[in-house]
């Protein structure tokens, strides 16, 4: 929980400076409980979709993963302000944690640059600097991995938990992909019911002739 709550902190900060950024000449003068980045913040506490994340606690690695790449864009963010080196080393310890705990916080080393682009008015070399340190953080976690477990295998996994569409054949693992991306176009407007723990087979083996599918 004190996770979760922190990666709401970091993404109202985030978010407050897009906007004083993009649209704003000052800081803006609504008081912090009237504001639109509080507004994300709390739908981002209220409406988990992936809610495992949050209510299993083997979904830390998400968080943690997600939570490090939050505050490398905000240290970075200070870099690039002009707040001294110390954030730029800050920001690559920061996207390199996140890694240690899943790698999937490695999309952050495209999302950070594309941020500053679009939320602030430095040039594009001053970002390209930026994006040193995340780089340096990121290369360093991946030579640990590729030392410790070498280059990723290709082989298809034979356990039912690493390959949910290991019992099925090509037109049901699209349509059962397909209906899944269905359910959570639904889970966006009406989010329930969400469970802890998303299962394989928790959202059924789909055909092509299913409803369900047609109608995703």
């Not at 996770?3 to 906007?19: K, N």
């Not at 800050?90 to 941020?115: D, H, M, R, Y």
């Amino acid at each position: 929980i004190l996770f979760y709550v922190l990666t709401a902190i970091v993404i109202w900060q985030l978010v407050g400076r897009m906007i004083v950024n993009k649209w704003d000449s000052k800081e803006s003068p609504n008081k912090w409980y009237l504001s639109l980045p509080l507004v994300v913040a709390l739908l981002f506490l209220a409406h988990p979709l992936h809610t495992e994340v949050v209510a299993n606690i083997k979904g830390r690695d998400d968080m943690m993963a997600f939570l490090g790449a939050l505050l490398a864009w905000k240290y970075s963010w200070d870099y690039l302000d002009g707040k001294g080196v110390k954030y730029a080393l800050f920001s690559a310890v920061a996207l390199f944690l996140g890694l240690l705990s899943k790698e999937n916080a490695i999309t952050f080393l495209a999302v950070i640059p594309l941020g500053h682009y679009f939320f602030t008015q430095k040039s594009i070399p001053q970002i390209a600097k930026n994006f040193i340190p995340l780089f340096l953080g990121a290369a360093a976690f991946l030579a640990i991995r590729f030392a410790v477990i070498g280059f990723p295998k290709t082989e298809i996994a034979t356990e039912l938990m690493n390959n949910p569409f290991l019992e099925m054949d090509v037109t049901q693992k699209y349509a059962t992909i397909i209906y899944t991306l269905g359910v959570y176009l639904k889970l966006l407007f009406f989010p329930h019911p969400l469970t802890y723990d998303y299962y394989p087979y928790h959202i059924p083996i789909t055909n092509l002739t299913d409803l369900r599918f047609i109608l995703s």
